[in-house]
């Protein structure tokens, strides 16, 4: 991902946002999610990174980015535990289905493994019951561990998912 490419990825995160959890978290704090703002943090993140924090995008048929997958390590509290960590990745909501997003996953899980890292985890609204389906799908796996995300005052509870990585 580049700095020209952070308002494409907004446009994708933000819709993908509004699409996947509609009716998951407050309809509210979907409808105020700004694309501008986003864009303008991801431009932050990627010039005042440390190099730590992978971003990848997908390109459709025509040239245009369709997907933005990010990883990088996993931290407890703030203690790097030596595994990665896919922070995020979202596909244009017109390609859901299309292969972009297990494309995107089996990117991350390659650079993960030869970064050497031992474990892939995410997180991932409970609820969500299509994104557990395409995780599992990927070989990830529901370890137990569930934690609140708060969204204006109301709980939405996550579950972590993790996957052994190729040496």
Same mark, same amino acid.
């Given at each position: 991902?580049?700095?020209?490419?952070?308002?494409?990825?907004?446009?994708?995160?933000?819709?993908?946002?509004?699409?996947?959890?509609?009716?998951?978290?407050?309809?509210?704090?979907?409808?105020?999610?700004?694309?501008?703002?986003?864009?303008?943090?991801?431009?932050?993140?990627?010039?005042?990174?440390?190099?730590?924090?992978?971003?990848?995008?997908?390109? @459709?048929?025509? @040239?245009?980015?369709?997907?933005?997958?990010?990883?990088?390590?996993?931290?407890?509290?703030?203690?790097?535990?030596?595994?990665?960590?896919?922070?995020?990745?979202?596909?244009?909501?017109?390609?859901?289905?299309?292969?972009?997003?297990?494309?995107?996953?089996?990117?991350?899980?390659?650079?993960?493994?030869?970064?050497?890292?031992?474990?892939?985890?995410?997180?991932?609204?409970?609820?969500?019951?299509?994104?557990?389906?395409?995780?599992?799908?990927?070989?990830?796996?529901?370890? @137990?561990?569930?934690?609140?995300?708060?969204?204006?005052?109301?709980?939405?509870?996550?579950?972590?998912?993790?996957?052994?990585?190729?040496?």
């Amino acid at each position: 991902m580049t700095l020209a490419d952070c308002d494409r990825v907004a446009q994708i995160r933000v819709g993908g946002w509004r699409s996947a959890y509609q009716g998951l978290i407050p309809q509210s704090y979907l409808d105020g999610l700004s694309v501008e703002e986003d864009a303008e943090r991801r431009r932050t993140y990627l010039s005042q990174g440390d190099g730590s924090v992978v971003n990848l995008v997908a390109e @459709g048929a025509g @040239g245009e980015l369709v997907g933005w997958a990010c990883h990088g390590p996993y931290r407890e509290g703030e203690v790097l535990t030596g595994d990665a960590e896919l922070y995020a990745i979202y596909v244009h909501p017109d390609q859901v289905g299309q292969g972009v997003g297990q494309a995107l996953l089996t990117e991350s899980v390659a650079r993960c493994s030869a970064a050497g890292h031992g474990r892939l985890l995410l997180w991932v609204l409970k609820e969500n019951d299509r994104a557990r389906r395409f995780y599992e799908r990927a070989g990830f796996r529901a370890d @137990g561990a569930e934690e609140p995300f708060d969204v204006e005052g109301v709980a939405v509870p996550e579950v972590r998912y993790a996957r052994a990585l190729p040496r």
